[in-house]
């Protein structure tokens, strides 16, 4: 096997051995560096990860012990979760914006023993955090910080690494953007089909250098490691991540592969836009890609006429790490209005326009038990909530989600739809159209927008007319128009939070004419 060649999936069991062969393949070869240069190999990953983890067990952390872990984005971050792998402990990463009512959420629903956290960050203080929750709760956890410092101990201490990649050792939380977070179920082989599904898909090579620049935390997290781990490829860890200050970094190591979703693109877009002609954001760059939010068609011309590289997106989630993914050899007509191909492996089935799932690289359920029941229908498929169809090559096509689809008198009228040709209006940034409930015609149509600095003010007739010419249906356009200083969005991949749109809204009368101003929803 070549240091070219990804490991063949059927023999990877578990993370920790995926660890371990790359290790002893290419041992100095680098794994991760950060903003401040800091750099780790292979092989130094595997050996720091083994000593973390006999510390770790000296501590009381053994095979199957529930540890809640909320960091950021940090080479230690990644040692840690290796050495919870090496022990084959039940990890609950926890994104490290959520405060006392989402963490202590997660500590008592997995009964975790363990709370790490990385004491004062960003200005809040994680440790005293969790010093209240081991007080308030009937179970306590034990408060660990790490942040610099790892714990540490003898390798020879350890007992033999887990070999069964079937068992539950990882709780990740749903993002909650329509509903209250949920405890997904994740094996290291579901893990891994996901990681490889995204590694094979992107074609990546040795000499590539990728970026995390999003929480560790998130579903995202291990499949990027799996996909340096398959290809043998470094990764930039970004702990922050804010333009324009990152781009040196991504420029100093050559960064080859940027984003995380479709706000990451925009925000890319965006700096472009500040420089001078035919100056490029950065050289080395010649992929962007990402998931997890919809993608409207125009973004990926956007990006391969401004950017100069090439944008492929695809379609996951916390059940189902990867669904289906873009191929930087797809034509560009797939690439600006699919989500890409499933893996082999990945059975998709749309049953009433709405996308199922059953393979390897689905979840095992949730943590509530009736919430596992209704999710899978009588063949073990996984029911998405998405919609969607499947072109005659194969590609998957979104349409909206179930929740997304607004009862107008009637007749089904698909969000997505309209966000894509509003998308395409000069004055709008960005948009999310929802249903609000209506007396007369059971829901009707609203359109909320962000406007790009400078942007002449809107109203509801220019919107509509904009649209009609766009060739939308009539009974389609929006009849009421609210402009905000910024959609809200979750902390990790910025997805739009339209259940905030519509608790915000819920009430209030159709704005005719000129548009409504929100109050400012960043930091919600």
């Not at 292979?42 to 720091?48: R, T, Y």
């Not at 809040?124 to 081991?134: K, N």
């Not at 860890?237 to 050559?254: N, Q």
């Not at 709008?428 to 962000?450: F, K, M, S, T, Y």
Request: one cysteine or more; aromatic letters at 6%.
């Amino acid at each position: 096997m070549s240091a070219t060649t990804p490991y063949d999936l059927g023999t990877s069991h578990t993370l920790w051995e995926l660890i371990a062969r790359r290790a002893a393949l290419t041992p100095r070869a680098p794994a991760l560096f950060d903003e401040t240069d800091r750099r780790m190999t292979f092989g130094g990953l595997a050996e720091h990860a083994e000593r973390a983890a006999a510390g770790l067990y000296e501590l009381g952390v053994r095979p199957g012990t529930p540890v809640c872990w909320q960091l950021p984005t940090r080479i230690e971050t990644v040692v840690l979760s290796a050495a919870l792998a090496r022990l084959g402990a039940v990890q609950t990463p926890v994104i490290p914006v959520y405060r006392d009512r989402e963490v202590r959420h997660a500590v008592e629903r997995t009964e975790a023993r363990f709370l790490v956290t990385p004491g004062t960050w960003r200005g809040f203080d994680h440790t005293a955090m969790a010093d209240r929750l081991a007080r308030e709760l009937p179970h306590p956890p034990r408060p660990l910080t790490v942040y610099h410092r790892l714990p540490d101990g003898d390798p020879g201490t350890l007992p033999p690494p887990p070999s069964d990649g079937g068992q539950v050792r990882w709780i990740y939380w749903t993002s909650g953007t329509t509903s209250a977070p949920k405890g997904v179920r994740h094996t290291d082989r579901s893990l891994i089909a996901g990681g490889a599904c995204l590694a094979h898909a992107l074609r990546m090579r040795p000499d590539d250098v990728g970026s995390i620049a999003f929480p560790y935390a998130h579903i995202g997290g291990p499949d990027y490691l799996i996909m340096l781990l398959l290809y043998g490829f470094p990764a930039l860890l970004v702990e922050r991540f804010a333009l324009p200050e990152v781009l040196d970094a991504y420029r100093r190591h050559g960064v080859t592969l940027a984003g995380g979703s479709t706000a990451f693109y925009s925000l890319f877009l965006a700096a472009q836009r500040q420089l001078p002609p035919g100056e490029r954001l950065v050289p080395t760059l010649r992929l962007l890609a990402g998931g997890g939010a919809p993608k409207p068609p125009e973004l990926y011309h956007e990006v391969v006429r401004e950017l100069g590289c090439q944008l492929t997106h695809g379609y996951g989630m916390t059940e189902a790490p990867m669904i289906t993914m873009c191929s930087p050899l797809d034509t560009p007509e797939n690439l600006a209005t699919t989500e890409g191909r499933p893996p082999a492996g990945m059975e998709i089935r749309v049953v009433d326009g709405e996308i199922r799932l059953r393979g390897e690289a689905v979840c095992q359920g949730y943590v509530d038990p009736g919430q596992t029941a209704a999710a899978f229908d009588e063949d073990g498929f996984f029911r998405t909530g998405d919609l969607g169809r499947l072109t005659a090559d194969g590609h998957l096509v979104l349409t909206g989600r179930l929740k997304d689809v607004i009862i107008r008198k009637g007749e089904n009228i698909s969000a997505r739809e309209i966000e894509e040709l509003l998308y395409e209006h000069p004055a709008i940034h960005d948009a999310a159209v929802i249903g609000l409930p209506d007396p007369e015609r059971g829901e009707r149509v609203c359109a909320v927008v962000e406007q790009p600095p400078g942007g002449a003010p809107l109203t509801l007739a220019e919107v509509t007319s904009f649209l009609r010419s766009a060739g939308l249906a009539v009974h389609k356009l929006p009849e009421q128009l609210e402009v905000v200083p910024a959609l809200p969005r979750n902390e990790t991949l910025h997805k739009v939070l339209k259940y905030q749109l519509r608790e915000r809204l819920t009430g209030r009368g159709t704005s005719d004419g000129a548009a409504t101003n929100l109050p400012d929803s960043r930091g919600t």
